[in-house]
């Protein structure tokens, strides 16, 4: 079908449901307008809060009338009131309504007291808002003021640490990729990219990390299916909802500024050895230790001038064949390319809004600007962002309004995965940058083309630019008494737009002056240029109708249907030989190298357009009781593009109830102490769909051919389909507690749930004979996520100083329940002997290189992994024969006599996973032997792995924030972590001990860390008192060479819990009798930190992140802000 | 009011219901629909080219157990054959292999995927093709052509010895997908069926130059077949023969000519060239362009490090073993012998002492310190001293390095010689135009082989002459310059734009010329095997077919010689039963060129390498599929 038309269509739905509400407008507008102006006379006051300060902004209302008006800043309002008669409505957020008769009044000054906040609390929910205290679902809500004036990157990772039971890790320290991963109550599915929750923006799917946080009026985290099901088959991982602010009504404009400086620096980097001789001596001794008879790489002269040269760093080098001289310091370096390529840079971030409204109208207006030069050279960005958030009431009954944000965002393109492969593979005697130019190896001993990282880098030249619109449009009508109307339409457009080119860099020796290593000539150069779009929009018409009678019965009904359309494409053109250097437009290029499609998507060449499209019809009942009992009912149904005809309808419903006992008649005599407890449980259902967009359908794909010389493609099936498609269905249950004590000073909450995902898609392996062609995605398997959820909050005043405490903590337990079937291992009698099976192969999915295994019955993706081998260390039994239970205690071959052990063992007939003992690759003196766990005399195959009940996801999540206020001084913290995750870790330069390549990276402490025994180098017999062994190092010993009899064991998996102090804010507002003065409302100054601490024993760079060393690490901001309004 | 409200709700619902729902039927933008399939002319060439495209990279990766690195389909398996080695461990070679193992599964499921494609063809093109009548029946004949050549790939890997390979001829469902073995006899019988409706398509040509099926094409694979089972050997050297399939593959093979298909006489060297891909001797072979995912990847596994190659350098994980290259004769026929240029040097049995010979020269004639190509500069210390530490390594021969003149001494070995030499390998001390673009200087420049390598062989600069090395430059091995890519063309090293050839006029004269050996027709034998010859100028001898046994294994030498870095030795020496002898009991390793093992082959002991087991996840999940004998499950 053409798209044209598919894109086309909700327009007319929008203009559709705009009608109809105008069509029964007249109907309810005319009715009630007869009664008002009578004896009219005016009456004027001000407002104030229990501490005599004015308030702005209360609204002021005739009750049983629409008319009303608002205080000004000083707190004043002026109101013409039909007679004596009226009763005004004096009402403001987070205060207690009053109503006053006026009678003779002409003058009423009104003092507000203040709510206890709760009772009033509204969250937003799924096409709505509710009281907090009503809500029978698991919701946290992060307001405005942990958002705002914050000088972390993104909205994403603002949210660390607020809510319980949701992870939220940021994944990456690179500006613009920088957002976090967030994971509310586990892993919900097999693959990776379809865990995340839905991130709704003023009503529509969108990314989260595209919204100015300033912007933002609250986020809601809908963590259950009561709460979430009303986004039917795309709530399964929860649902994030994100409100941006709006303008207050009849309030004068509102001009803010904030402006915020940081110092940024990498909080955590890893250290590697930079003194060149070290590593020379260590390359060596790596050698010598695989092979005494090797010749040394390095010279002995070599590592003795180098060491010679760091001990005058000013002397001066001359060139014995070119004569050219230069300090020692650039013939000589010592770089220590962490600090080099990692290094502090300063970022800002300024932010205006202007914002207000009259009777009918209210507006917000922002503008954003943030720049990011990033730690690592050319990856930094800058971006700007506008928004304009206007309503305006257009008719009695009718309200009108956008919420209209663009974006553009430019980002330096430096090539991160050249630098991600070669940071590891260079040397510490190469000078980075110097005098315009940059450095080669110096050293004639080493590799010419060792990579400088630096260069690497900045070699390619250029800009990718974003630009993002979302905008939205809606119409409200108030159709009849309780029955209100909404039609809105969002449409967002995302464009990535990028130029890149070579840049001719070339790389010098400085010893002797010349280029080591050639840029690229100009014919080699490319240019290339890729455009990529994604459309969509999201067109709903809802309907909503409250109304309450027989004064103990609350009753809402919502009715709401939405058309959802996405779409993908790009370009990507590439082009090679250049004129010059400086004249890189892609036109100028002169051989057609490549085109290929969406340079967006992931390296898989078939990069082409893609689609698809939903349409939903969904509905909520609630109902309450005397606000004492309350009930809540959701369904949704989804028909989705991604599923056959016969398949892509989908039904999520749920229901919850809430209890408020303390409302009830037998809870008064504890009031006093517990002013609110409710408890809540809730069943729902919600859908995932994960597949691939069109995996349902069978059809034929490009399959390459060339006939004469010509392209002269062919077709063929590249997947077989599955009509039988699905979604994947999520059951989730819980039930939970809501408490507030002591006058609200301490509050709690409670949940634990239960959440089952079943039919979880998988792609099972079929018949080799089939051919190539993948096999179809099939819902196969079941996977649990149970938990519990504490959050506890704790705030008062101590004199004059206001302070809150919040913690929370939340704990996930994940099982895969359902999955290739049961695994079965043990000794089976075959055939009369006793033989060892494992259908390990069968039941599980290929494991990985650092040992996870997803099996039936144990935690997604569990490390299963093979033990060290612990002996007694007595070898022999009483009658000299071999005991197999008397090796190495700590599973390392350190002594002679463990080695002979070993090699008694073997001759025994015992086998170490057909290692032999042999000097390079084989078993050695600081090798490893690993644990005969099934007790078939073979130490350390494949059937010796166990599970260990670890797995990468944290099974703790943790926050506690703080804050305290004190005569105009405030101050507030976060603090979050993670725990019961762990990583398996063995890399080069952390803790691997063979170096595989030459110029592999050593890690600072390698000296201490691996074992080490010096040999003779004629007789190769170990020399145990050189002063160089050390013998008793924690891990294998340090050699060149491959992996050698090395498996992946339980040695290398490392506890990766931490705790982060996220953020610090110290801040001063100036006290507003002195600011007015110069006609400013607030102003207040502040520091802050974001990343300033981390605890943790996990050795590798960020647990955070992830567990690796290859990582672009996270910014540490030292901040200094303002923020001042008018 | 309230029936008015109802009255909207049911409009706006059943409005967006029924205006709306087909924004729901998407389809994809980069496929066709498989409702659409085989219905428009287009789609049915389409469908056709799809068969042919299952011929690309099905040979296995430059490491052990990667597959999908595409290695292209020919000179994949060249590093199993006489005259190929791999430079990394391998578990065919090293003993260690089993059922498991992804040769086995990617070979098989990736021919069944052509088998699958070109059953699908000659389904439904009869069935809906509106293209000609003439035009379906020559389609049908490639595609028949094309499913015999996938099925003879899996007979003679997982069929031998009667077990034979499960038969699809039709298109299959998943679930239907679980025959067992039809016995291997069968399996021939099928192919020469489709091979025989395709001689006899009136619509399929003669002859092609642009990369289809031909009429001589098929009589080339059908004689081929008739070849097969006509002469089956054993590893004792006894041959069981069907004289009457001998004489029907010689019949195919006298067809092949009458179509038009000839020796190229342009030249050895300039027959693997682009000018000459189309050329009456190449009767099929796999087509490519040097556009991105349309060339092979010869350059970057075969090449070595200097093998220019756009933006990377080449690998070199794949070189010439040794043993292949002592074939080549001398240029009056002779066999070549190592002792008529170095006295004693077969003798030698020691790596070390041997070494000696090939090291490069250290002084220049008047006795001074050599100087640099390019830059004047003296030799390099490091390559000095390298060239006293191999010398004095040696015990018996420490005497006979010259530090002038040992190259031109070795040079000797390599002169007149059969040309094939020097056309199919960089032999030591050999130039070749290659380029240096790993910092991304793409200058041509000719680089050499030699050893020790200088410290100029990882990065050169521009006006030096580089030494030439494998990936690791840790061991001094011959080099490809077949399929190899000179000077500075090349723009990706993934895609190299010349075809494989799969079967050659010279391939199936040797096959005819096997054929009268097998009928003790030793003249006819002979010249077939001159004509080959002859090309290169070398003399065809009658010594080489003084008796039946002789010529058997002067045709098979001849054969070794000829189709280096073609992929094609491989599965001769697996049909003639000489693989273990001649790789492993002879070679017993990858070797440099002086026959230093660096990586040890091993028979293995529990698995038969002579026949290729059915894959072990396979046996898993279809109990109607026999075990292959000789193979540890």
Same mark, same amino acid.
């Given at each position: ?202 009503? =529509? ?7 100015? &946080? ?77 092979? &005494? ?88 960005? /800058? ?52 005098? $315009? ?135 990507? =053109? ?14 100028t290029g002169s051989d057609m190298y490549e085109i290929s499609g969406n340079p967006n998507e992931s390296e898989d060449k078939n990069k082409p357009e893609m689609d698809y499209a939903m349409i939903s019809y969904f509905g909520r ?79 034929? =794909? ?237 130490? $350390? ?61 050593? %890690? ?17 017999? %170990?020399?145990? /008192?050189? %002063? ?99 | ?233 054993a590893e004792d050297g006894t041959v069981s023969k069907d004289e009457t399939l001998l004489n029907k593959a010689v019949a195919d093979f006298e067809e092949v000519g009458k179509c038009g298909y000839g020796l190229f006489q342009g ?367």
């Amino acid at each position: 079908m053409d798209n044209k038309i598919r894109f086309y269509t909700p327009i007319p739905i929008f203009i559709l449901g705009v009608c109809l509400f105008l069509g029964v407008i007249p109907v309810n507008s005319f009715a009630a307008v007869n009664e008002t102006y009578q004896q009219a006379k005016i009456v004027k006051g001000v407002v104030k809060d229990g501490n005599g300060e004015p308030l702005p902004g209360v609204s002021i209302s005739i009750k049983g009338t629409t008319n009303g008006t608002m205080t000004d800043v000083d707190g004043n309002y002026s109101l013409n009131v039909p007679d004596g008669n009226s009763t005004l409505v004096v009402s403001y957020v987070g205060f207690k309504t009053q109503e006053i008769k006026v009678s003779n009044q002409t003058t009423i000054d009104i003092t507000l007291e203040e709510l206890s906040k709760e009772l009033d609390e509204v969250v937003v929910v799924g096409y709505g808002v509710q009281k907090k205290i009503n809500l029978t679902g698991s919701v946290a809500a992060v307001q405005a003021d942990k958002i705002e004036n914050r000088a972390a990157p993104n909205l994403s990772t603002m949210l660390t640490g607020l809510a319980s039971g949701v992870s939220v890790r940021q994944s990456s320290g690179n500006p613009g990729s920088d957002g976090a991963n967030i994971r509310i109550r586990g892993i919900g599915t097999f693959d990776g990219s379809y865990r995340s929750p839905l991130v709704i923006i003023d009503g =529509a799917v969108a990314d989260m990390n595209s919204v100015n &946080p300033e912007d933002v009026e609250s986020v809601s985290l809908l963590k259950d299916a009561a709460s979430a099901s009303i986004y039917g088959s795309r709530g399964a991982n929860g649902v994030i909802l994100v409100t941006t602010k709006k303008g207050a009504k009849n309030a004068a404009p509102k001009v803010t500024y904030t402006g915020i400086f940081s110092q940024t620096k990498a909080s955590r980097v890893f250290d590697f050895i930079s003194d060149y001789a070290d590593y020379m001596e260590l390359y060596n001794m790596a050698e010598f230790s695989n092979n &005494p008879k090797a010749t040394s790489t390095y010279d002995s002269e070599e590592i003795a001038a180098w060491r010679a040269a760091k001990a005058n760093p000013n002397g001066i080098y001359t060139d014995p064949d070119n004569g050219n001289q230069v300090p020692n310091y650039l013939a000589y370096p010592n770089t220590n390319w962490s600090d080099i390529l990692f290094a502090p840079t300063y970022s800002q971030k300024h932010n205006l809004s202007v914002s207000g409204g009259s009777e009918n109208s209210n507006y917000l207006l922002s503008l954003g600007y943030y720049d990011n030069p990033g730690t690592l050279e050319n990856t930094g960005i /800058d971006r700007f962002n506008a928004r304009v958030n206007v309503e305006s009431r257009i008719t009695k009954f009718l309200k009108i309004g956008t919420q209209t944000y663009a974006m553009r965002q430019r980002k330096d393109p430096g090539n991160l995965d050249q630098v991600n492969t070669y940071r590891f593979q260079t040397v510490g005697g190469i000078v980075p940058y110097y005098d $315009g130019k940059y450095g080669a190896p110096e050293s004639p001993k080493e590799k010419n083309d060792v990579r400088n990282p630096l260069r690497d880098v900045n070699a390619i030249g250029g800009v990718n630019t974003t630009t993002r619109i979302n905008t939205t449009w809606y119409a409200e009508a108030e159709i009849y008494k309780g029955l209100t109307g909404r039609a809105s339409i969002n449409y967002q457009n995302y464009f990535y737009d990028s130029k890149t080119y070579s840049r001719h860099l070339d790389s010098y020796t400085f010893r002797k002056g010349t280029i080591l290593q050639p840029g690229t000539t100009l014919k080699d150069a490319t240019t290339t240029r890729s455009y990529a779009k994604q459309e969509q929009y999201t067109a709903n018409v809802t309907l909503n109708y409250n109304t309450k009678f027989a004064e103990a019965h609350d009753l809402g009904a919502m009715l709401g249907y939405e058309q959802f359309y996405f779409n993908k494409s790009g370009v990507k =053109a590439t082009k090679k030989g250049l004129l010059s250097f400086d004249v890189t437009d892609i036109t100028t290029g002169s051989d057609m190298y490549e085109i290929s499609g969406n340079p967006n998507e992931s390296e898989d060449k078939n990069k082409p357009e893609m689609d698809y499209a939903m349409i939903s019809y969904f509905g909520r009942l609630n109902y309450a009781y005397k606000g004492r009992y309350l009930f809540e009912a959701n369904f949704r149904r989804d028909g989705s593009s991604l599923f056959s005809p016969d398949n892509r309808w989908g039904t999520f419903p749920s229901f919850s109830a809430g209890w408020r006992v303390s409302e009830e008649s037998f809870f008064e005599p504890f009031n006093d102490k517990i002013s609110n407890l409710k408890l809540r449980a809730s069943w729902g259902r919600l859908g995932n769909a994960t597949s691939g967009y069109y995996d349902w359908q069978a059809v034929y =794909a490009k399959a390459r051919y060339v006939f004469n010389n010509v392209i002269s493609d062919g077709v063929a099936i590249s997947k077989i389909a599955n009509p039988l498609l699905k979604w994947e269905s999520v059951t989730s249950k819980g039930i939970g507690l809501d408490a507030s004590f002591l006058n609200s000073r301490l509050t709690a909450e409670f949940d634990i749930y239960d959440r089952l995902t079943e039919g979880i898609l998988t792609s099972p392996a079929i018949y080799l004979t089939m051919g190539t062609a993948s096999a179809p995605t099939k819902n196969t398997s079941d996977m649990r996520n149970n938990g519990l959820e504490v959050t506890l909050g704790w705030n008062d005043k101590i004199g004059n100083v206001r302070y809150a405490v919040s913690g929370n903590f939340s704990y996930n337990q994940n099982k895969v329940v359902k999955y290739l079937g049961k695994l079965e291992e043990g000794w089976v009698d075959k055939d009369g002997k006793r033989v060892y099976q494992s259908n390990i192969g069968e039941v599980t999915s290929a494991g990985s290189e650092t040992g996870t295994l997803r099996v039936e019955g144990h935690i997604f993706d569990e490390y299963y992994l093979r033990t060290r081998y612990h002996g007694t260390g007595t070898y022999y039994n009483n009658d000299g024969s071999v005991n197999p239970q008397g090796g190495p205690k700590d599973g390392m071959i350190r002594s002679e006599a463990d080695l002979k052990w070993v090699q008694d063992m073997i001759a025994a007939g015992n086998s170490f996973n057909g290692a032999s003992v042999k000097q390079g690759e084989g078993l050695w003196y600081g090798e490893y032997i690993y644990a005969d766990l099934n007790g078939d005399g073979n130490y $350390g195959n494949n059937y010796d792995r166990q599970f260990t009940g670890k797995s990468s996801s944290p099974k703790y999540n943790f926050g506690l924030n703080l804050s305290a206020e004190w005569n105009g001084f405030d101050i507030s913290m976060t603090w979050a972590g993670a725990g019961g995750f762990w990583y398996y870790l063995r890399e080069r330069g952390a803790n691997q001990n063979n170096l595989a390549s030459k110029t592999d990276i050593l %890690p600072l402490d390698t000296q201490s860390k691996f074992y080490y025994l010096a040999y003779n180098k004629e007789t190769n017999a %170990p020399v145990w /008192d050189d %002063p160089r062994n050390n013998l008793t190092a924690e891990y294998a010993r340090l050699r060149t060479g491959g992996n050698g009899p090395y498996a992946a064991n339980d040695q290398y998996l490392y506890d990766a819990t931490y705790l982060k102090l996220k953020m610090l804010q110290i801040g001063y507002t100036f006290p507003k009798a002195w600011t007015r003065k110069a006609y400013v409302n607030n102003l207040r100054i502040f520091v802050s930190g974001e990343n300033l601490l981390t605890i943790t024993k996990y050795p590798g760079v960020d647990p955070e992140i992830g567990g690796g060393l290859n990582i672009y690490p996270i910014s540490r901001l030292l901040s200094l802000g303002v923020n001042v309004s008018f | 009011m309230k029936k008015n409200i109802f009255y909207i709700l049911t409009v706006i619902i059943i409005s967006g219901y029924y205006s709306c729902t087909d924004i729901l039927d998407t389809t994809p933008y980069n496929a066709l629909a498989s409702s659409s399939m085989w219905q428009s002319e287009e789609s049915v060439d389409q469908g056709v080219a799809g068969i042919y495209s299952a011929l690309y990279d099905w040979a296995p990766g430059a490491y052990d157990a990667d597959f999908d690195k595409g290695f292209g389909s020919t000179f994949g398996f060249e590093r199993w054959g006489v005259a190929g080695q791999l430079h990394g461990a391998e578990s065919l070679t090293s003993g260690s292999i089993n059922p498991g193992s992804d040769y086995f599964k990617k070979t098989w499921q990736k021919l069944y995927e052509g088998v699958h494609r070109a059953n699908d063809a000659i389904a439904n093109i009869p069935a809906k093709s509106p293209a000609s009548a003439e035009k379906n029946a020559r389609l049908i004949a490639e595609a028949k052509f094309l499913r015999a050549y996938f099925y003879f790939r899996l007979n003679e890997l997982f069929g031998r010895d009667g077990l034979g390979v499960p038969v699809y001829t039709e298109p299959v469902a998943i679930e239907d997908c679980t025959k067992g073995q039809s016995p291997e006899a069968d399996v021939w019988a099928l192919i020469v069926n489709d091979l025989t409706d395709a001689i006899n398509e009136r619509n399929l040509p003669d002859k092609d130059n642009t990369g289809r099926v031909s009429k001589g094409a098929a009589y080339a694979l059908r004689g081929k077949a008739y070849l097969y089972q006509g002469a089956k050997y054993a590893e004792d050297g006894t041959v069981s023969k069907d004289e009457t399939l001998l004489n029907k593959a010689v019949a195919d093979f006298e067809e092949v000519g009458k179509c038009g298909y000839g020796l190229f006489q342009g030249g050895y060297k300039e027959l693997f060239t682009e000018a000459n891909e189309h050329c009456a001797e190449m009767i099929f072979s796999i087509q490519h362009t040097g556009d991105t995912d349309y060339g092979t990847i010869s350059q970057k596994f075969v090449g070595s490090r200097f093998a220019y190659s756009g933006t990377a350098n080449g690998w070199g994980n794949q070189t010439p073993a040794p043993a292949g290259t002592d074939l080549y004769e001398n240029l009056d026929s002779a066999p070549f012998n190592w002792d008529d240029v170095i006295p004693g040097y077969s003798a030698l049995t020691e790596p070390a002492d041997r070494a000696v010979y090939f090291l490069r020269d250290t002084l220049d004639a008047s006795g001074n310190i050599l100087k640099q190509e390019g830059d004047g500069k003296l030799l390099d210390q490091t390559v000095r001293k390298k060239v006293r530490d191999i010398v004095n390594k040696a015990v018996n021969t420490k005497n006979d390095y010259l530090p002038y003149g040992n190259e031109a001494r070795i040079r000797k070995v390599y002169t007149n010689r059969d040309p094939r030499l020097e056309a199919n390998f960089i032999t030591p001390y050999a130039g070749f135009i290659g380029g240096y673009s790993f910092a991304g200087a793409g200058n041509a420049m000719e680089v050499y082989s030699r050893w020790p390598l200088g410290s100029n062989s990882a990065a050169p600069a521009a006006s030096q002459r580089a030494d030439m090395a494998t990936d690791d430059g840790s061991n001094f091995t011959y080099f490809h310059r077949k399929f190899v890519y000179e000077g500075t063309g090349l723009a990706r090293r993934e895609d190299g734009p010349l075809d494989e050839p799969l079967i050659r006029y010279a391939n199936v004269l040797l096959w005819q010329a096997e054929a009268y050996v097998e009928l003790n027709q030793l003249d006819k034998a002979k010249a077939m095997v001159k004509l080959v010859r002859d090309r290169v100028d070398m003399p065809t001898l009658d010594a080489g077919f003084a008796n039946q046994t002789i010529a058997r294994n002067y045709v098979r030498d001849e054969r070794r010689r000829e189709f280096v870095n073609e992929g094609v030795d491989f599965f001769d020496e697996m049909r003639w039963r000489t693989w273990k002898e001649m790789k492993f009991n002879r070679g017993k390793g990858s070797q440099g060129v002086w026959g230093n093992n660096f990586r040890a082959y091993t028979w293995p002991v529990d698995n038969d390498l002579y026949i290729w087991p059915v894959p072990q996840t396979e046996i898993e999940k279809n109990p109607n599929l026999q075990k292959t004998p000789g193979w540890k499950y």
